[in-house]
Nanobody, 117 residues
Framework: QVQLVESGGGLVQPGGSLRLSCVAS????????MSWYRQVPGKERELVAT???????NYAASVKGRFTISRDNAKNTVFLQMHSLKPEDTAVYYC???????????WGQGTQVTVSS
């Protein structure tokens, strides 16, 4: 059973930084594409960033240049470094794994990020 556990969310002032982490278990982490999504109440969950199992990264236009996704396969962990945070970045952030061999898709429980003064 795949488990994804996020951490690192919290309250930060506009312009501040946060680093989210997601630790995976129950899967061969190195052959998962890993993504971060976010969701605010009343809106659909949106893709923020993806890092493929080969290390290719992609970002939503709204976060490009401010957020960086990375992975440490030795620690089964994916990170989302967020800089220059804006109030509109406020959301619950979810970790997602896609096992490339079977396309099995799994989600973490989410971590709240609030950007407010």
């Amino acid at each position: 059973q795949v488990q994804l556990v996020e951490s690192g969310g919290g309250l930060v002032q506009p312009g501040g930084s946060l680093r989210l982490s997601c630790v995976a278990s129950g899967t061969i982490f190195s052959i998962n594409d890993m993504s971060w999504y976010r969701q605010v109440p009343g809106k659909e969950r949106e893709l923020v960033a993806t890092i493929t199992y080969t290390g290719t990264t992609n970002y939503a236009a709204s976060v490009k240049g401010r957020f960086t996704i990375s992975r440490d396969n030795a620690k089964n962990t994916v990170f989302l470094q967020m800089h220059s945070l804006k109030p509109e970045d406020t959301a619950v952030y979810y970790c997602n794994s896609l096992y490339v061999l079977t396309k099995q898709n799994d989600w973490g429980q989410g971590t709240q990020v609030t950007v407010s003064s």
